[in-house]
């Protein structure tokens, strides 16, 4: 953890914004479970739980941010509709809440986005635009053109408070837990998760993990300030954001005891494990945790308590397939 | 329901017997969730739950009845070690249940069973002999050659009593269930769950579903006794009993109200939906139930709470990508 803080620093969501958060999201979505798996406890040494956010509403955490951010919205911006830029889950996530609300809702997607994360968007109401070009530059433009209220993916206090309503969860559920190990794509999970949990009991260590062909954050905390990355290059669509967030890499640095990366190949044998052996569709960015856990890239002590968060389950079997192939 | 009573029919099952079996093995094994799946129950018009046996031990229902059996052999019955018959799931569940015993075990497979499923079964410490001829008759042989146990996979009461157990939980968990629909392989499921089921609220509706390639219980019913099949041809392996028990046809005959069938592609088709809408892994076994609501084999009534039974989750990903080219 990096102590250091600048005038220029964005302020940190606190403890109070997350109870906030759940007291406005929590009837519209699940409190999802905690599971146990014996076989992968015996193969790492340790006692490793999941958190089954892929079963979460849309598939994925990413509606516990967009609903808060919703909630807080005045009338007049939700008037004008929602736009928000996304590989899938969050778009589908802010096309399912938008809905809910009755507020329109534009979603930027890369082409070549999985096409069930696609269809899924479209079928919650949502108005898909596929482009080629620089996610955030076209989702920007078309917000001025159109004037419509963004809904940044991660990058925001009230989304990051929203994804830090999994980490009660954890602590709540799983009070003796040792180490907690979440995917980094743009940050807003870590952060959240890492507020809350770190605020409550400081002694709990927060591990992230990136893929190596994606890993914005690792190079923001190397630099100091937030990277954009030119390209992307992974399987873990999920994590594929190309820059860290000025909010998301100040609660890194505050709260997150280490991150570390893993390539595609690892990921993909990560999926192999925990569809086999624990019956749940993990999307490549929900299995990035495992993945790290499996090539010893996270010092553990024996028999601690160790929860990897399941941040996601948006995979088609199309996709399933091509993992295979992964070198 | 067919109420008719010949002095040689074996006796059935009672709920006591099934209350003792729950005695005898629940804190061997897990209580599985319920879950509800609001994508699929508007698709259907139903208020449906899905049964998620899937994360038993092992993948499946299996140990449940193998279990109960175990409990309730001698100990000289237990020193000569046991044996089975199976296309996996039973085979993996003796295999697990014997070792935790100190029990031998011998498990003759069809060769082409699923590689995952030879490779849990010898990793839970069985010997597996793979055999291209009748499995029955395979197993007899060595069942007398070797002067082993055998321990049949569906055909015996103790078995059903303890699948039996599922019927309790549904029962408990979700008592405003109006129907309850459940695969069938050779009847043990069905036969225990009926069974707990009925005797306790006869108003349940409990259907039975089977691969058109394997539908010795249908022939059965019809013919009023037990048929043997010559051959058997589905993917869903585990429902690929070529015969009907004594034991079994007759729990069927007198608590099952309605056996349908349902071809592979409807089950493919199923096991797509649950992957990709529900988040777990069904293998096509535990998929037939939702394949014969998906295609209106069954008469429902708009806001009826059906239950289907996901009977278990052994499924490798390279069979997963072969669900895609069922025609």
Redesign the interface.
């Given at each position: 953890m990096n102590e250091a803080h600048h005038p220029q620093d964005p302020p940190l969501v606190d403890r109070q914004a997350i109870l906030n958060a759940r007291q406005h999201i929590a009837t519209a979505l699940h409190r999802t479970?905690i599971?146990s798996s014996a076989f992968l406890s015996d193969r790492l040494g340790v006692r490793l739980s999941l958190k089954l956010e892929?079963?979460q509403k849309t598939?994925s955490f990413k509606p516990r941010g967009v609903l808060n951010k919703l909630m807080h919205l005045s009338a007049d911006e939700r008037r004008k509709g929602v736009i928000s830029l996304s590989a899938g889950n969050h778009a589908q996530a802010v096309s399912w809440a938008a809905s809910r609300f009755g507020v329109a809702s534009t979603l930027v997607m890369p082409q070549g986005s999985l096409q069930?994360k696609i269809d899924a968007t479209r079928g919650y109401g949502g108005e898909v635009i596929l482009t080629a070009e620089n996610l955030l530059d076209t989702c920007l433009m078309i917000q001025r053109e159109r004037d419509l209220t963004l809904i940044h993916p991660f990058d925001d206090p009230l989304v990051i408070a929203g994804q830090g309503t999994v980490g009660l969860e954890i602590i709540e559920d799983l009070p003796a837990v040792d180490v907690v190990v979440v995917g980094i794509g743009g940050g807003g999970l870590i952060s959240g998760i890492a507020t809350a949990i770190k605020t409550l009991n400081p002694y709990v260590k927060i591990i992230g993990v990136e893929p190596t062909g994606a890993c914005a954050m690792s190079q923001s905390l190397e630099g100091g300030s937030p990277v954009h990355l030119n390209k992307v290059n992974t399987i873990a669509d999920g994590l594929a954001a190309p820059f860290a967030g000025h909010h998301t890499l100040r609660h890194v640095q505050k709260y997150v005891d280490q991150v570390v990366t893993v390539d595609d190949r690892e990921i993909a044998e990560a999926v192999?494990l925990i569809?086999?052996r624990c019956?749940?569709?993990a999307e490549p960015a929900a299995a990035a945790g495992l993945a790290a856990l499996l090539t010893d890239k996270i010092d553990l002590i024996p028999e601690q308590s160790i929860l990897c968060v399941l941040s996601g389950?948006n995979?088609?079997?199309?996709r399933?397939?091509s993992?295979?192939t992964v070198r």
């Open positions: 479970p599971a892929l079963f598939g069930s192999k569809i086999e019956k749940v569709i389950g995979l088609d079997i199309a399933l397939e993992l295979k």
